[in-house]
């Protein structure tokens, strides 16, 4: 959650905007404004460059770089805003005109700081718990990508043989692969099926026992 106070040197007037980041989607409320009051621009920006603009009365410094920071899998960063506009009854906030939807350009900017790292966790396997000796077993693996990198050229093997190709694995994103392994041993003998997922020197590993029929 963070607080965005925004204020007009035309009118003195100042609204006070609260914003919430889930995912990749900035949520700002921007309030009601009063009857004698409009916003010709809206620029957003973190952390926001000097800005002098003697057209609509505002001259404010920039923040330090460091005071914001933000994540991205791979260059360039891309954003873009979209505002929903309407008249609204002041101080209540009901409709009183349909909303119009108004879409920004998009920005494209290089991401520039500390490089990002792949992490592989949260494996699953899904597959049959006993499967006759000498038979290949059908197996389901799910790979997740813990990082902050793309995980690339993710490959899923076996320690009873088999793999699969994951392809690429966005941050946050999880991918599943079928993996056909055979099962060797004695009747009746439970063995531990390993499965490994692998990208360049990130790797992570989970175990399925399976019944020997």
Known sequence: MMKIYGY??????????NGTLKGEVLDIAVPVLSNDSAVKYFELSFPGPDLNRPDINVQTRGLDPNYVQAMCSSSPLKTNAVFELGERTYPGGQPTTPTTTVTSPETTQPCTGNAGKAKLGGMKVNGPSAVKNGRKGAFKVTVKNNGTATAKSVVVTSNRGGKANA??????????????STIRGKKGAKVAVKFTAKSGNVKSSVTKKVRVK
């Open 167 to 180: 392809g690429n694995i966005a941050p946050g994103k999880s991918k599943t692969v079928t993996v056909k």
């Open 8 to 17: 007009s040197k035309t009118t003195n007037v100042g609204i006070l905007m």
